[in-house]
């Protein structure tokens, strides 16, 4: 039984810094990828980052620059660094873990809200 695990998020004001952690256990195979998430109130959940098991890396548009994604898919982490944070970021952040099991199977994290306000 894999178990997700996210922890960092809170409540920053615009133009802080916060740091997600993500670790994936209960499983002896090792992570194909590992991507954060995001879903504000009203929105569809949206790919921020990821981060594959050779260490390629991709964002979405509108975190490029901003947040850097690191992590280690074989040992199940993976971390979002957030700089310069807006009000438009604030969501719930949710981590993803994907593994090969002669199909794909994805495991999600229960989400960490990040506010960012005044």
């Known amino acids: 039984q894999v178990h997700i695990v996210e922890s960092g998020g809170g409540v920053v004001q615009p133009g802080g810094s916060l740091r997600l952690s993500c670790t994936a256990s209960?499983?002896?195979?090792?992570?194909?990828?590992m991507a954060w998430y995001r879903q504000a109130p009203g929105k569809q959940r949206d790919l921020v980052a990821s981060i594959l098991s050779g260490g390629t890396t991709n964002y979405a548009d509108s975190v490029q620059g901003r947040f850097t994604v690191s992590g280690d898919t074989d040992k199940g982490t993976v971390f979002l660094q957030m700089n310069s944070l807006s009000p438009d970021d604030a969501a719930v952040y949710y981590c993803?873990?994907?593994?090969?099991?002669?199909?794909?199977?994805?495991?999600w994290g229960q989400g960490t809200q990040v506010t960012v306000s005044s």
């Open positions: 993803l873990a994907k593994q090969w099991r002669f199909k794909w199977v994805e495991y």
């Open positions: 209960g499983s002896s195979q090792v992570f194909a990828s």
